[in-house]
């Protein structure tokens, strides 16, 4: 029997989304369907409502949510109803050239539920990242669900789902932040602070935190900042080779993702240092580069989607860390509010007043 719930819709490009009823299909073989207990506002949703991700109208979106499983389908094995949930944007093959050699962070064949859901009047629902979570349930891959710690708020364990564990992964996973390290990152929104918090648990011995607004940067020291500088105040490159011994950080994270941003990043690395890319560019977006400088620098360049994470291993890892205070999800959640209030959340998003805000069902 199909499921008649509420959920935030984007209809048409540009325009302030509503909240409609859909239906939710039962759970097909390999699908599972989960009561949605929180669901942050990403920058994403905003995308897609902008028609920045393609034309699909009308979208269901969230996407960075926990919940219970309800029900699932033929042949899966993994989670059963009653379980508490991460959901996670890529359930990868296993069969992919990168999954077979072991770099499933690559994998590009994801899969999602097969099974649509819909308006009340039939009409096809595209679901945010094949999540679709800012609704009281939704219908996913069974591999899009990661068992956790049900101890867990949902409102700190949906942030794993997606920009904490972007911003955290950029820092352990893609950056490789080792103990004693130098880390700088560079825009200290919600990515940045988590890129500050994974660096603080990799046990990173200098993170200076660079972003334009000061309220960030007092974010940035509570995550464990030990230096800010404010780049409309201060040269940041200068800045951060001064507070280097002149050197450059190990470890550089870029997480606003615009030209100027990244070209701090890579003249603010030590010459061995790594710059990693997290911030989403937009296709217009180029950098100009004196290939010298490129030749003259060791190091790496790596960009990280979604933290590299692999979220079987890392989401319950984070969750016992949460649980034993020495990762502060908590204070990334600046709001909750209601499926109602999405649309003042974009808002406040836009306007940088909150790290993130979260929809609790
Ligand atoms: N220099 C430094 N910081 C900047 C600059 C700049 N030129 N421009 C903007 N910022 C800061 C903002 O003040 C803000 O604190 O970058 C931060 C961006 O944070 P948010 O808007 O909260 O975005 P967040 O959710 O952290 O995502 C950052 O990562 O995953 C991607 O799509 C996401 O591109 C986005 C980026
Ligand atoms: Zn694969
Ligand atoms: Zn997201």
Redesign the pocket.
């Known amino acids: 029997m199909a499921h008649e719930v509420r959920g935030v819709i984007a209809r048409k490009k540009g325009e302030p989304v509503s909240l409609e009823t859909i239906i939710v299909p039962d759970p097909g073989p390999g699908e599972a369907l989960v009561r949605v207990q929180a669901c942050g506002v ?3 949703d905003l995308h897609y409502r902008e028609g920045g991700i393609n034309d699909d109208f009308p979208f269901l979106l969230g996407h960075e949510a926990a919940g219970i499983v309800e029900e699932v389908g033929v042949g899966v094995t993994d989670v059963a109803p009653g379980d508490f949930v991460i959901l996670n944007w890529r359930a990868v093959c296993g069969q992919c050239r990168a999954c077979s050699r072991g770099r499933p962070w690559y994998c590009f064949a994801t899969h999602n539920a097969t099974q649509k859901m819909t308006l009340a009047d039939g009409t096809e629902l595209s679901p945010a990242l094949g999540i679709g979570a800012f609704a009281e349930k939704t219908l996913v891959a069974a591999g899009q669900c990661t068992k956790v710690d049900p101890a867990a708020s949902p409102a700190a364990a949906g942030l794993l789902g997606c ?1 904490i564990m ?1 911003g955290i992964g950029a820092a352990i996973n893609t950056g490789g932040v080792n103990r004693g390290d130098s880390v700088a990152v ?7 602070n988590a890129a500050i918090a994974g660096a603080r648990l990799a046990g990173a011995a200098k993170i200076i935190a ?4 000061d309220r ?1 940067l007092q974010w940035a020291r509570d995550f464990g900042a030990t230096h800010t500088v404010n ?1 409309s105040a201060a040269d940041p490159v200068e800045a951060i080779r001064e507070l280097t011994g002149g050197d450059g950080a190990d470890v550089v994270v870029e ?4 030209p ?2 990244y070209e701090q990043a890579f003249y603010a690395r030590d010459l061995a240092g790594t710059v990693v890319l ?3 560019p937009t296709p217009d977006m180029r950098i100009d580069l004196p290939l010298l400088d490129v030749f003259g620098r060791g190091g790496a360049l790596k960009s990280s989607w979604y933290g590299d994470c692999l979220p079987s291993r890392d989401f319950p890892m984070l969750i016992d860390l949460y649980k034993q205070g020495r990762l502060d999800l908590d204070g990334f959640v600046s709001e909750t509010i209601g499926l109602d209030d999405v649309e003042a959340a974009f808002g406040k ?1 836009h306007r ?1 007043e909150v ?1 993130r805000s979260v929809v609790m069902l």
Do not use: F, N
């Open positions: 990403c920058h994403t920009g972007a560079i825009g200290c929104g919600g990515v940045g660079v972003d334009i607004d960030k780049s997480a606003v993702g615009r100027e941003t997290v911030g989403v998003m940088g790290l």
